[in-house]
């Protein structure tokens, strides 16, 4: 068994907004580099009686997206993804670390609102649509069980 996991063998997985089911999703594969930014909002939980060291705890998560896609009219999942940006509403998304199918495969699930859809367009290079996804609504941490 191998003791890391390559990039290339993630999931991206896309649904309409509501969905809770990776695999009545579809996968992203007009997907590029993906990066999935997970962090907590501070609070200053400092005492006199910590002994001189700052205390902090951790507050409110976000969850973001990144990622490019080919620019790809008429692919569904690109026009969903456009069309929840136009409209300014949310798609669902899994973002896992293995493909859905993988037993212990995990990652966040929930809708998304799509907050950047910026086309780049490169002299020798594919147009690409540079996507960022922020989390609207968290419906699980999503492990693949047996």
């Known amino acids: 068994m191998a003791t890391y996991v390559l990039g290339m063998n993630a999931g991206l ?7 809770t089911d990776p695999a009545l999703m579809t996968e992203v594969d ?16 400092t005492t006199r009686g910590n002994s001189g060291w700052r205390a902090t705890a ?3 998560r976000e969850c ?16 969903a993804i456009k069309a929840a940006f136009l409209s300014a509403g949310t798609v669902a998304l899994a973002v896992l670390d293995q493909k859905r ?4 495969a995990q990652g966040p699930l929930g809708d998304f609102s ?7 367009e490169a002299l020798e290079e594919a147009i690409v649509a ?11 941490w999503h492990e693949v069980t047996p």
Request: proline share 3%; aromatic share 10%; net charge negative.
């Open 13 to 19: 997985y896309q649904g309409a907004a509501g969905e």
């Open 30 to 45: 007009n997907v590029r580099d993906v990066t999935l930014s997970l962090e907590a909002g501070e609070a200053d939980i």
């Open 58 to 60: 951790p507050t409110l």
């Open 64 to 79: 973001s997206v990144e990622f490019q896609m080919v620019w790809r009219p008429g692919d569904a999942v690109f026009d």
């Open 101 to 104: 199918t993988i037993t212990g």
């Open 114 to 120: 799509i907050t950047n859809f910026s086309r780049n």
């Open 130 to 140: 540079d996507v960022t996804a922020k989390l609207a609504r968290f419906e699980e």
